[in-house]
């Protein structure tokens, strides 16, 4: 069955450092693989996806994620964290068939002045 | 990506009540889901609601418990019926724009006493 993991339930991170939050993904054939943003009090926002193509995917807000077959990973990074990516992160597959979405249990990141 | 709308936004309800939430989007769509936040917790789908055919819901999900209406492309209905203190949740609705991408809506954050 197709499964998201991500092993990191709290991050923190001061401002200015970079950041890696880790997904690991479980799917028989190419996956669809997504990277959500949720604020406090807020719903879902898509930070960037992965289809096929060049496995360096950019999203919004300077965030980007590779991904890597070999590893069955799909790792999200920036650069240079700001207060205002404090947040729940959450990776998801997308199954082929149906469009539906399995999400990983989600990364909450706190940011320190 | 879409423009959508939820109402309530929140609401406290007695246990034993129903609530009817309400998802709008912006354009026609085919592809509609809901799903519930439980509080700490990822996102679980309740079910599929695609117009012109009965909801799909999940294993753990039934219609008397949830039942939904997609009367057009553009509008769904969630019902929480019968509401316990276990239904205490964020429901979200979402949308497919694309292939397999999804858009959320801003959430309806409900209270059941």
């Known amino acids: 069955a197709q499964s998201v993991t991500q092993p990191d339930i709290h991050i923190t991170v001061s401002e200015g450092a970079s950041l890696e939050l880790r997904c690991n993904y479980s799917?028989?054939?190419?996956?669809?693989l997504f990277w959500y943003v949720q604020s406090p009090g807020q719903g879902l926002q898509l930070l960037l996806k992965y289809f096929s193509g060049d496995t360096l995917v950019q999203g919004i807000k300077g965030f980007e994620a590779e991904f890597k077959r070999s590893q069955s990973s799909f790792n999200l990074r920036k650069p240079s964290v700001h207060w205002s990516d404090a947040a729940e992160y959450f990776c998801?597959?997308?199954?082929?068939?149906?469009?539906?979405?399995?999400f990983g249990q989600g990364t909450t990141l706190q940011v320190k002045p | 990506s879409a423009v959508i709308s939820q109402k309530p936004s929140r609401d406290i309800c007695q246990r034993g009540t129903s609530l009817t939430i309400q998802c709008q989007v912006d354009?026609?769509?085919?592809?509609m889901f809901w799903y519930r936040q439980q509080p700490g917790q990822s996102l679980t789908l309740i079910a599929t609601a695609n117009q012109g055919s009965e909801a799909t819901y999940e294993s753990g999900f039934v219609i008397d418990k949830f039942p939904i209406s997609r009367p057009n492309l553009t509008f769904s209905t969630l019902t929480v019926s019968n509401m316990s203190p276990e239904d205490s949740s964020i429901y979200l609705c979402s949308v497919v724009m694309g292939p397999y991408e999804q858009y959320f809506g801003p959430g309806t954050r409900l209270t059941v006493t």
């Open positions: 998801a597959v997308a199954e082929a068939n149906t469009g539906k979405l399995i």
């Open positions: 799917y028989g054939a190419t996956p669809y």
């Open positions: 354009s026609q769509v085919t592809m």
